[in-house]
């Protein structure tokens, strides 16, 4: 397995309001970090204590650790089958082997005989709700900072960013997961969370313990010339035979772990693209990741961004870019949790 190279990028010099040189740097680096790997690290240190995530990881272990009759109480079953807890998923048609809560912005007139339109379920665990909704407030605010750090690193002028960014992502339509992971039985052959591909925007903000080996990236070949190992094993099918290899993308202090989605394909035009990953955990203790993904709002209607389509008309990508039907995210993200209902994966 090959040792993570993804970029490291702070962030601080977007909570500097007269550091321009500084946040054009961010900018490009992100943008770089898009294109080559759709998969960054995001040092968050000025702007998150660490001591933050660390007490919500400890939260969660006390959830996990209840009874199944406990957790049970909080069962997605009793809502709209999006919000609450899970005792276990399925992607690319095999059993993952981790227990969750699931998370979403929470909606107007909630009618859980709805598809996501229920509402969210806490813990009855003294504090739980307080430091998690806090949490939220800060990723929220994060996805937005690092959106207009993306648009300016796509090359969007500010009003560009105002007028045709920023009102598609000011009032995201958040999902927020807790996992956790037992360690994988050594004679087992599956998967933590089998390779998938995340189908929201940006991003997750994924705050993890600090195992190490858990979760990889895949890295296309085309990306990684210099790779020597060629590992195609574990990918789904509709990936193909594509060639590359997998990293491990173990957890930084003070970082986030950063990846797009779907959306910002179609918002480039295929020239960010959103990347394979997977848990694959056989460490022994139990494993607790918090990932936090900013997500258009409902109603966004995502189609390419004009800054893309120029950067495309000048040369920039490989010319092989895949194009992306447009969506309106609420519609798109529903259809996606109707397949979890009919027993799909959360991740397909
Ligand atoms: O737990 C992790 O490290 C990854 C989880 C993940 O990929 C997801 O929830 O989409
Ligand atoms: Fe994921």
Known sequence: MTMSKLPIIDIAPFFEPHNVEGRRAVADALHLACVQYGFFYLDISAYADPAEPEELTELARQFF???????????????????????????????????GIDFYRPVENPDKSKPLWGENQWPAIPGFREKYEAWIEKMKKLGLVVMEAMALGLGMSTQEWQELLRGQVDDSFWVMRIIGYPPLPTDHDGFS?????????????????????????FLPRRNNGAAKESITSGLPAEE????????????????????????????????????????????????????????????????????????????????????HKEVVYGQFLLSKVTNNFAGGSKYD
């Open 65 to 99: 650790a209840l009874s199944q009759e406990e957790k049970d109480k909080i069962s997605l079953k009793n809502e709209d089958h999006a919000r609450g807890a899970l005792k276990e998923n399925v992607t690319n048609g095999k059993a993952d082997n981790h227990e």
């Open 193 to 217: 969370c089998g390779a998938h591909k995340d189908y929201g925007c940006l991003t997750r903000f994924l705050y993890a313990d600090p195992t190490p080996n858990a979760l990889q990236v």
């Open 240 to 323: 193909g035979q594509e060639e590359g290899t997998w990293i491990t993308a173990d957890p930084i202090p003070g970082c986030v772990v950063c990846n797009i989605g779907e959306m910002w394909e179609i918002w480039t035009s295929g020239l960010y693209r959103s990347t394979l990953h997977r848990v694959i955990h056989r460490s022994s203790n139990y494993r607790v990741s918090i990932p936090f993904f900013f997500e258009p709002n409902f109603d966004a209607e995502i189609k390419p961004l004009p800054a893309a389509l120029r950067l495309l008309a000048n040369g920039e990508g490989t010319g092989k870019e895949i194009k």
